[in-house]
């Protein structure tokens, strides 16, 4: 009812915990659509009233392969509350990329290299 509401008004809900991993996940997979989703762990990172900050590692077990004591870090991303929004971390630079939202995926920046 609440989510009915804010839609007819025009009004987009902040981005919780759950949806900023959803759009992460929908970001690693238009990055790197050759590892599955079970194989990665979104894990936030830092959460402010402004945004939800994630790191995304991959998961070594008997299903994914690898170490088990090793933790590969692969990707960093901030979400927006409000408005949504998702950026990509740029590792050389140090700064955040803005991503591309669409309906039903996420496109980010290729990283500087």
Do not use: W
Not at 85 to 105: E, F, M, Q, V, W
Request: hydrophobic share 40%.
């Amino acid at each position: 009812m609440i989510a009915m509401l804010l839609a007819l008004a025009g009004a987009t809900p902040a981005a919780t915990p759950a949806r900023a991993v959803a759009l992460a996940q929908q970001a690693m997979k238009s990055i790197d659509p050759t590892t599955p989703i079970v194989c990665l762990a979104f894990d936030p990172e830092k959460s402010t009233p402004t945004r939800i900050d994630l790191v995304v590692r991959e998961v070594h077990d008997y299903k994914c392969g690898g170490e088990d004591d090793v933790e590969v870090v692969r990707e960093h991303f901030r979400v927006a509350r409000k408005p949504v929004g998702i950026s990509r971390l740029d590792p050389k630079s140090g700064r955040y990329l803005a991503c591309t939202l669409a309906k039903n995926s996420v496109t980010c920046p290729a990283p500087v290299r």
